[in-house]
């Protein structure tokens, strides 16, 4: 069995396996081993520990020095949608010239505007696209990504992305779950008819869906002016019939009911949440669902950033993810996002660290896979530069502190 042993680890962090998400205390505890050795076999993490505990009976294939570096657990990045078409920027100047995400989406803009894009996209053109941006963002340390459908919007385009999605996850080494997105905004031709649309997702989209083993998770974009929290139980109870699990699209423009919604439907996680109140954050401290915030997407909309430090001090099971997406995140760098976490929503570096990968993965369902440095999980790693501690990472953020990846034992 091929094997590989990686010597002299400064600081070995996020290590341990951890049954549930983390919350409160031990959101900010990021286990970690100084002075320590790594061993991978195949595509696993074998076994790991101090260097004074390192036996000699180990005569791995290959070794590696790995002085100086850090290594952390890969990125989980559990809310993207970085299958799409073309790059919005002509909106991203309407935005610097005043308008709002809902007045460009009025005026045929925004998801309407991906969506058209991808209409004309073939899908070996989306599939080419999207595989590049893979490549980019496992480079940055992802290893583990979540990605939407949603600019399709009618039957043969959600089907071309959920296609594309799956042959992404056939090809790449990097773990990925797929989210069908349909309910995402109502088609112009529906837009006076919101059940028309809605019969069309439970009926049409749905049976093909799941017959094809297309979508892990169903998601909903609950929001004033989309999805009405009725609306929305009542595409992810039709998705839940065929096995799949809600996410939802809450509380991003306005207090919609959409936290609340997930916690009833027993939804994996609640994205977005830029706006939250002392009942929802208590709601949500109380459930099994976790919250995932965006802060990129904050930042790019000009929106306030998520409360993350209020919901962490309630007791929340709070992730961090990209949104990568044209339209109102385009970027998929989950280092920025953590800096940003820190930097403006005031979470400690070994919260972030924690929401950016553990919790990450807790939010796909991939903790048995990636997360954390356990045995038996991937061996999807992140090597440092040489950093003086871990709140250099976040601290430094306009600096590329990584050295190399690694997903699955191989490099990227």
Known sequence: MAATLITNIQVLAGTGNPLQPLRRNDLAVLPSIQNAYLIIE?????????????STQHSPLTTIDASGQTILPAWCDSHTHLVFAASREDEFVDKIKGLSYAEIAARGGGILNSARKLHEASEDELFISAWQRLSAISKLGTGAVEIKSGYGLTVEDELKMLRVI???????????????????????????????????IIKEMLPVIAAGQLADYIDVFCETGFFSVEETATICRA?????????????????SGGVQAGIKLGAVSVDHLEMMDNETIHALSGSATIGTLLPSAAFFLRMPFQPARQLADAGCAIALASDYNPGSSPSGNMNLVVAMSCIQMKLLPEEAINAATINGAFAMDLQQEAGSIAAGKKANLIFTKPIPSLAYLPYSFGSNLIDKVMIRGEWV
């Not at 195949?42 to 390192?54: C, V």
């Not at 989210?179 to 031709?189: D, N, S």
């Open 166 to 200: 799956k042959k992404l996850k056939e090809k790449s080494r990097l773990l990925i779950k797929s989210t069908f997105l349909g309910a995402h905004t109502y088609p112009l031709q529906y837009k006076e008819n919101h059940q028309g649309y809605i019969d069309l």
């Open 239 to 255: 998705g839940m019939q065929y096995g799949l699990q809600p996410k939802i699209h809450a509380n991003q423009l306005s207090l």
């Open 42 to 54: 195949e595509d696993e993490i074998a076994a790991f520990g101090a260097m004074s505990a390192l």
